[in-house]
């Protein structure tokens, strides 16, 4: 394992089974969703690592199964020298205040009837912690390291703005004072103002407390102006991962190109060529054999279709998984 690594995913794999009465039909079929299959990466600490793709692509089981709010399939998630899929729950919560989860919707994950120092506090009462006096403190200062008050403390979330809840949201997961933290599309649901404030407040608090972000989204604009590198997902893999001016400037998987493709950009000068995405994303129940992006991928040939590539390295940190990249 790499020494600097904070977290090494290793293999990881999550199935769903299609459980009776799906909406799919297929009830004691025996069949499962491939969510997330045999992805490997590593985020070193003080680091940014984006995960972009489109919906449903594995990016948000992703983020629950390396903090294992549900257990993986197969695999390992290696934090801080510790394989924590072999852990017990009760061995397992002594990390959780190092691991936490600032989620997308700053609506529905604050509950309505609890006041904000109740919110706020929720990870620390339930790792354990029962001094009071200590709560009210780390509670406090969580808040005002996102830029809200004290007098907030007693407030409902109805009380509060969109961007102020999930500046409560980020307080709830800084108040264990974790080495992780996954962000999982956490300004989709924000207006473009707010949503560079509450960006630049990440940045700000990544500075000064040496935290590693594990950021999610389909917004490659928004993974371009936080991350040190970005890992690109289709269909429950990884087929490109590097440093992030490196995708952006020179992507060589073809997935990669068409979804950059589609970025906008604010010059109404500027022109390039949209790499259209064809087709429709196969089902999850059961993907194409081969490399799963050859059912759109304008470059694929009968080896594409035959036999899955694996990430091979382009140049430095650079990997891609594609028999013909661009």
């Not at 995913?9 to 299609?18: A, D, R, S």
């Not at 020298?81 to 061995?91: A, N």
């Amino acid at each position: 394992m790499n020494t600097l690594a904070l977290q090494e995913v290793v293999g990881l794999v999550k199935y769903f089974p299609v459980k009776r009465g799906s909406s799919f039909s297929l009830r004691g079929s025996g069949l499962v969703v491939h969510a997330v299959d045999n992805v490997s990466y590593t985020l070193e600490t003080k680091e940014t690592l984006g995960v972009v793709g489109e919906s449903g692509c594995g990016k948000t089981t992703l983020a629950r199964t390396i903090l294992m709010l549900t257990r993986p399939t197969s695999g390992r998630v290696i934090f801080d020298g510790t394989d924590i899929t072999t852990l017990k729950d009760r061995d397992l919560e002594k990390l959780r205040r190092r691991m936490q989860m600032v989620f997308q919707d700053p609506y529905s994950s604050l509950d309505p009837r609890m006041r904000t120092r109740d919110i706020v506090a929720e990870p620390l009462v339930a790792t354990g912690v029962r001094d009071g006096r200590m709560i009210t403190r780390s509670t406090t200062e969580a808040l005002q390291m996102v830029g809200l008050k004290a007098e907030h403390l007693d407030r409902f979330p109805h009380e509060f703005s969109g961007g102020q809840r999930q500046r409560i949201g980020i307080a709830r997961a800084l108040v264990t004072s974790p080495d992780l933290i996954v962000l999982d599309e956490p300004t989709s649901s924000l207006d473009a103002s707010i949503q560079a404030q509450v960006l630049n407040l990440l940045r700000d608090i990544q500075q000064k407390l040496g935290l590693s972000y594990l950021l999610i989204s389909h917004n490659v604009n928004v993974v371009y102006h936080m991350s040190d590198r970005i890992a690109v997902m289709y269909l429950g893999k990884i087929v490109e991962i590097g440093e992030t001016d490196r995708i952006v400037d020179s992507p060589k998987h073809p997935y990669t190109v068409a979804l950059l493709s589609a970025v906008p950009r604010p010059n109404p000068r500027f022109r390039k060529e949209l790499f259209e995405i064809k087709g429709e994303v196969p089902s999850p129940i059961s993907p194409p054999a081969g490399c799963r992006y050859h059912t759109r991928c304008p470059r694929a040939t009968g080896e594409c279709m035959e036999q899955e590539p694996t990430l091979a390295q382009v140049q430095g940190n650079h990997f891609v998984a594609c028999y013909h990249p661009v």
